[in-house]
């Protein structure tokens, strides 16, 4: 079955500074891709980022980057420069790689940024 | 493109009445997601529409759950008999198919149940 692991439920970070958000995943499919989403207080779900399995290099989006590991199966967001607007819940999620179908969302990380 | 839109945005209702919800996707999408979310939690998947058909329905959907999108267009989800644990947030998304790679789900803003 497939799985998704957000092992931190909340982080700080200093205003400025780069911060890591953990995820790891578990499928036997050979093709998959991994997403991470942003949802504000608001409640808004908002994409940042894919990764998909196939892709040699690792995913960028301005000051988003996707450090995929496959080997160890794990899918870090890292957000660099980070900006008191950050403050949200993150969540990493799973689904194939021709849509998101029946994706699988993490339990999220909520992440404070301090000025 | 005014992107998801999710109505109504809040509900409340009595235990055992029956609710129904609406989503309009991006028009020209044809994938639909419905998802439930409770306070903490990330969403979770309820079922997916491609075009009018339902291709796939969660283990957590049960029978008083029905989903439909009849022309291929909006969607509805309706709960029947509803219960207390029936209270959290339905997400509706709408996704492109087609494209390689980079699929990204659309989320509307979604409608928050509240059974009493």
């Known amino acids: 079955a497939q799985k998704i692991t957000q092992t931190q439920p909340g982080m700080f970070v200093q205003e400025k500074e780069a911060v890591t958000l953990d995820c790891t995943y578990d499928t036997s499919d050979p093709s998959y891709g991994l997403f991470w989403y942003k949802q504000p207080s608001s409640g808004e779900m908002i994409f940042l980022i894919y990764q998909g399995s196939y892709d040699q290099q690792n995913a960028t989006e301005g000051r988003y980057s996707l450090n995929f590991q496959k080997a160890r199966k794990s899918a870090n967001l890292v957000i660099s420069a980070s900006q008191l607007g950050d403050s949200a819940m993150y969540f990493c999620a799973m689904g194939d790689d021709t849509g998101g179908f029946k994706t699988i969302f993490g339990a999220g990380t909520r992440l404070f940024v301090k000025a | 493109d005014t992107g998801v839109s999710q109505d109504p945005r809040h509900k409340i209702t009595k235990r055992g009445q029956n609710v129904t919800f609406r989503c309009d996707p991006i028009s020209e999408h044809n994938r639909l997601y419905w998802y439930r979310q409770t306070l903490g939690q990330g969403p979770e998947f309820l079922t997916y529409?491609?075009?009018?058909?339902?291709?796939?329905k969660s283990r957590l959907l049960s029978d008083r759950f029905s989903a439909e999108r009849p022309k291929g267009s909006f969607s509805t989800l309706e709960i029947q008999r509803t219960e207390q644990g029936d209270s959290a947030m339905y997400l509706c998304?709408?996704?492109?198919?087609?494209?390689?790679?980079?699929?990204?789900?659309?989320f509307g803003p979604g409608t928050r149940l509240t059974v009493l």
């Open positions: 998304a709408s996704s492109p198919w087609g494209l390689a790679g980079n699929n990204e789900q659309f």
């Open positions: 529409f491609q075009n009018e058909a339902q291709l796939e």
